[in-house]
């Protein structure tokens, strides 16, 4: 079993910065791939950004392309998020998840274990 729990949300303005981190513990971090997944108020639930083991191979939203970057430290069992020019339309519940996988997924279905949420209102 993993316990995944989220940090760093709150509210940030537009045309700023937030970084969101996460920590996986229970079994070996550096053998997960880790995402971030968020969910705004009426919509579905949507992948933001999904890094392998190493930290060689991430995958990208394509609203969040250019602007979100995800990393991680394995030493620390800890993968972020650092969100630069953030818009309103990026305000959500941003979930980590963590999938006992080799490759980088982009649904919901290849994560195995999620935490519970973190906020982030963007105030334009």
């Known amino acids: 079993q993993v316990q995944v729990v989220e940090s760093g949300g709150g509210s940030v303005q537009a045309g700023g910065s937030l970084r969101l981190s996460c920590t996986a513990s229970?079994?070996?971090?550096?053998?997960?791939?880790m995402g971030w997944f968020r969910q705004a108020p009426g919509k579905e639930r949507e992948f933001v950004a999904g890094?392998?083991?190493?930290?060689?191979?991430?995958s990208y939203g394509d609203s969040v392309k250019g602007r979100f970057t995800i990393s991680r430290d394995n030493a620390k069992n800890t993968v972020y998020l650092q969100m630069n020019s953030p818009k309103h339309e990026d305000t959500a519940v941003y979930y980590c998840?963590?999938?006992?996988?080799?490759?980088?997924?982009?649904?919901?279905?290849?994560?195995?274990?999620w935490g519970q949420g973190t906020r982030v209102t963007v105030s334009s």
């Open positions: 890094i392998n083991w190493s930290g060689s191979i991430t």
């Open positions: 998840a963590a999938g006992d996988r080799l490759r980088v997924g982009t649904t919901e279905d290849k994560y195995d274990y």
């Open positions: 229970g079994r070996g971090f550096s053998t997960l791939v």
